[in-house]
């Protein structure tokens, strides 16, 4: 079973809509979380953090994490042509067991159409 | 402005030759990390190194090397033992324990010829 499970998609969705994309985790260590947008040919930048539990806004963006259920989620809102791109989630563990490296799930693919 | 440069954007072999992928960062950051992204498989960590002078093996190691002899530098080395090296590679840097996570490169397509 790997640590981080990401739905791979492709997601196609019409401009406008609500996109929720989602990563599962089977480590209670990770205490850091991230999401990366990555456009075609290009590398991965930092969309969004978090840090333990709960939410953050940012925009169009809300990140939220459940660690009790060990689920976090990327909501995008009004979703534009110009988001179509791939959505990494990754985390980290914390204190003494940070190996320094994070772990990411395979990427969602997003297409918005116009 | 302070970011990571990754070298050449493309770059082509021939079957049996060594090539070299640069990484430079003026992030002051002291890790780096090397890893490969091929259609379907995520990324998959060739090597990282936590400080100058040291690295260690990633998931995918087989057919590659570093060096860290700088802290701004962390070329890759694609050998000819690499028996698929057609793919994206991406270097990323992060401060110690990679808290606030990466910052990546913009990537090298490799293509073998």
């Known amino acids: 079973q790997k640590e981080v499970e990401q739905d791979p998609g492709p997601l196609s969705v019409p401009e406008g809509a609500i996109v929720s994309l989602n990563c599962t985790y089977s480590?209670?260590?990770?205490?850091?979380f991230m999401w990366y947008r990555q456009y075609s040919r290009k590398g991965p930048e930092l969309l969004m953090y978090?840090?333990?539990?709960g939410n953050k806004e940012d925009g169009r963006f809300t990140a939220q994490v459940d660690k009790s259920s060990k689920y976090i989620s990327l909501f995008i809102r009004d979703s534009q042509p110009s988001d179509s791109a791939t959505y990494l989630c990754?985390?980290?563990?914390?204190?003494?067991?940070?190996?320094?490296?994070?772990?990411f799930g395979q990427g969602t693919t997003l297409q918005v159409k116009p | 402005d302070g970011g990571i440069t990754q070298s050449p954007k493309y770059l082509f072999r021939k079957e049996g030759q060594n090539v070299t992928l640069s990484c430079e960062q003026n992030l002051n950051h002291d890790a780096m990390y090397w890893y490969r992204q091929d259609p379907g498989q995520g990324l998959r960590l060739i090597y990282y190194?936590?400080?100058?002078?040291?690295?260690q093996k990633g998931d995918i190691a087989e057919g590659y090397s570093v060096s860290r002899e700088k802290k701004e530098s962390f070329p890759l080395t694609v050998t000819s033992a690499q028996k698929n090296p057609t793919a994206f590679y991406l270097c990323a840097s992060s401060i110690q324990g990679a808290d606030y996570g990466y910052t990546f490169g913009s990537g090298t397509r490799l293509t073998v010829v």
């Open positions: 978090t840090y333990s539990s």
């Open positions: 480590n209670s260590a990770f205490q850091y």
């Open positions: 990754a985390m980290s563990r914390h204190g003494s067991s940070n190996t320094g490296k994070l772990i």
């Open positions: 190194s936590q400080i100058v002078n040291d690295f």
